[in-house]
């Protein structure tokens, strides 16, 4: 990720969290994790391979186009 300048923060499974919080360069989301939400950020070094990172984004966004109700899925073409 190249330093601890670029954080990025993803959505994830409560067993995805309980995994990665604890995972060198991962943390629970400031802020989001606080108030309950199950959000990990990786903010430095080691952190999660590209692919792994892909992988999660990815989750995360699916994780949040589920929630849209059918209407609005259809009106923002998803």
């Known amino acids: ?34 108030r309950g939400m199950k959000w990990i ?11 792994s990172l892909r992988e999660h984004i990815k989750a995360s966004y699916d994780m949040a186009v589920e929630k849209l109700t059918k209407k609005l899925r259809a009106e923002l073409g998803l």
């Open 1 to 34: 990720m190249g330093g601890t300048s670029n954080a990025v923060t993803f959505k994830v499974t409560h067993l995805a969290y309980e995994i990665l919080s604890d995972s060198p360069g991962l943390r629970p989301a400031p802020y989001l994790a606080s």
């Open 41 to 51: 950020q990786q903010f430095e070094e080691p952190g999660l391979s590209d692919d």
